[in-house]
């Protein structure tokens, strides 16, 4: 699958969240569940509700107890969130892991799926600055109209570094290697304010 699908994909994920525009709506997943497509399907809409669920926490205003439950959610589903990259790179480890390297291969400063990760967040940030650049006046339209311009920069140079990646690990010139994110304020047998209770 090439990076612009991947992509593609995430748009359209986007786009379908926002037809309810709920964080407490439910996943629909148009795919079938075991798919590589069914797993970035998933990624993306964990990314789209927590994208939501920050905004939520912003105001001045709101309730810190209601502040509270949603920094809680948010935490859950940054863990997810990292679940989901891991399976997303499983995926890549059993396409790439036992490709020969080539003698002068090297290792990439991220695996694919934080690369991809980062797609799917640029999905986000395009399609909520497509809006502003046609909302209010004209100063706030042209401000966000440049910061759109650079965010589709940006997204044809992400998507050739990826596919470039991609193609990089199939040939052995780069090493498929997974560093699992071990995270640690989530693991009750790890963070202290946990255990220490």
């Not at 694919?112 to 640029?122: E, G, K, M, N, Q």
């Amino acid at each position: 699958m090439k990076a612009i699908d991947i992509y593609n994909l995430c748009l359209k994920q986007v786009e379908e969240y926002h037809k309810t525009d709920s964080v407490d709506a439910t996943l629909h997943n148009p795919y079938p569940g075991s798919t590589y497509e069914a797993l970035l399907w998933e990624k993306s809409w964990v990314d789209t509700v927590q994208w939501h669920l920050e905004d939520l926490v912003r105001p001045d205003d709101v309730d810190p107890v209601y502040a509270l439950q949603l920094k809680r959610r948010i935490d859950r589903s940054n863990q997810h969130r990292t679940d989901l990259v891991e399976r997303i790179d499983d995926h890549y480890m059993a396409e790439y892991g036992n490709v020969m390297p080539l003698p002068d291969a090297a290792i990439n400063t991220e695996t694919p799926a934080w690369a991809i990760d980062r797609l799917s967040i640029l999905a986000l940030k395009i399609y909520h600055f497509n809006i502003e650049a046609h909302r209010g006046d004209d100063a706030h339209r042209a401000k966000c109209q440049a910061k759109l311009d650079t965010l589709l920069t940006q997204r044809a140079d992400l998507t050739a570094a990826i596919d470039q990646l991609l193609a990089d690990l199939a040939a052995g010139r780069r090493i498929m290697r997974l560093y699992r994110q071990m995270k640690m304020y989530n693991d009750p047998s790890l963070n202290p304010e946990l255990y220490k209770k």
